[in-house]
């Protein structure tokens, strides 16, 4: 049998969050996607959710809270902070990347245009181990750049 895997998401652009569900359904069968529009209500749902996830994928620019803030207060909590967290967003300034890293995200990953893309990325990123990745991650396995 196999095991289900918990991924939440949050994301104010609701096409954005349309794909990303048919591109995990694609995939993976055994994924249960939770998604959230905002950094607070990702917060409120990882508070009274009786699971974890195994994966979180934050947006930067949201209402409410981004995904940076967000990121921060996940990394704070005891119960949260060995949960990875990719830092998922069309924006990729340096200053982006490298505040994502230094708060602890898992990976940075631009939102790949492609719906083709898009899958290939999610199927390499939930078939990763991440519990034997180092943290801080280092600054060169970082980015994820598609291939």
Not at 42 to 60: G, I, Q, S
Not at 70 to 96: G, R, Y
Not at 110 to 134: F, G, V
């Amino acid at each position: 049998m196999m095991r289900v895997m918990n991924v939440f998401i949050a994301d104010d652009d609701t096409d954005d969050l349309e794909l990303f569900q048919e591109a995990l359904n694609d995939i993976c069968v055994t994924c249960n996607l939770t998604s959230s529009k905002d950094g607070l209500e990702m917060l409120n749902k990882l508070a009274e959710n009786t699971y974890r996830p195994e994966l979180m994928f934050l947006d930067v620019n949201m209402p409410k809270m981004g995904g940076l803030e967000c990121l921060e207060k996940i990394k704070a909590q005891q119960d949260l902070k060995d949960i990875p967290v990719i830092i998922f967003t069309t924006s990729t300034s340096a200053t982006t990347v490298e505040l994502a890293h230094t708060l602890g995200a898992s990976m940075f990953v631009e939102k790949p245009s492609d719906y083709n893309d898009l899958k290939t990325m999610i199927s390499k990123l939930i078939q990763i181990d991440w519990s034997h990745r180092a943290i801080p991650v280092p600054a060169s396995n970082f980015i994820y750049k598609a291939s």
